[in-house]
């Protein structure tokens, strides 16, 4: 169980355009759902935190504009990173719990490799 | 505040043993454990949420200080399969808090 689907897993994508990163929770309902980025050899960073039915969250430094996040129901989050430039290329992982409670483990999707040309 | 994990790297031989530190400047609520091979997504290995606790389960396990701002993970007679980058995060305990994740230490295992 706690299953955590994320699509694509690899874009690459010109500069300029939009790409949609989608996260699906599969055997759960998450109200909550985690955006982490994270380039080659460094530590995952929180970008946003997606809340359903509401606006996201988003950490200190990370742009709201350009990291737009939706989550219009309890199992679908989305990213979508607006006019991609070469330094947005990183991974991108979504993540959620399948209960409430910081005892319990985050559950990551699979990650989408993002490069931007 | 991002946790610091100690050594940034280590390699070892097939059998060796390898402790991780997970350190912060502040009492944490809770610490998780994740490994991570490279290009795939973080696997979950273990929640510590007590000041004192140990916790383990095979040959990995780990503990959470009596002050709650350290925490160690320990990989005993490793396998080539632990290799990989492992993350401590640290985050509320309640609700559906955020987690911080450490700044990772990369374990290589050699046969």
């Known amino acids: 169980g706690a299953v955590v689907s994320q699509h694509p897993s690899r874009v690459i994508c010109k500069s300029g355009t939009s790409v949609k990163i989608e996260c699906r929770s599969l055997?759960?309902?998450?109200?909550?759902m985690f955006w982490y980025r994270q380039f080659p050899k460094q530590s995952l960073m929180l970008m946003a935190t997606?809340?359903?039915?509401?606006?996201?969250?988003?950490e200190q430094g990370v742009e709201k504009d350009k990291f737009l996040i939706n989550h219009a129901s309890l199992t679908l989050s989305t990213l979508t990173v607006t006019s991609a430039h070469p330094e947005d290329s990183s991974f991108y992982i979504c993540?959620?719990?399948?209960?409430?409670?910081?005892?319990?483990?985050?559950?990551f999707g699979n990650g989408t490799r993002l490069t931007v040309t | 505040q991002q946790p610091v994990q100690s050594p940034q790297a280590v390699i070892l031989r097939e059998g060796e043993d390898a402790v991780i530190n997970c350190s912060s400047s502040?009492?944490?609520?809770?610490v998780h454990w994740y490994r991570q091979k490279h290009g795939e997504a973080p696997v979950f290995l273990m929640i510590?949420?007590?000041?004192?606790e140990q916790k383990g389960h095979d040959k990995i396990s780990a503990s959470f200080n009596e002050k709650k701002q350290q925490s160690s993970l320990y990989l005993t007679a490793s396998q080539l399969s632990y290799s990989g980058t492992y993350f401590c995060g640290t985050g509320g305990n309640f609700g559906n808090e955020k987690l911080t994740f450490g700044t990772g230490t990369r374990l290589t295992i050699i046969p």
């Open positions: 993540s959620a719990r399948d209960r409430q409670g910081g005892g319990s483990p985050l559950h």
């Open positions: 055997d759960f309902q998450a109200t909550t």
């Open positions: 997606s809340n359903e039915g509401s606006k996201a969250t988003y």
């Open positions: 502040k009492a944490l609520y809770s």
């Open positions: 510590l949420l007590k000041g004192g």
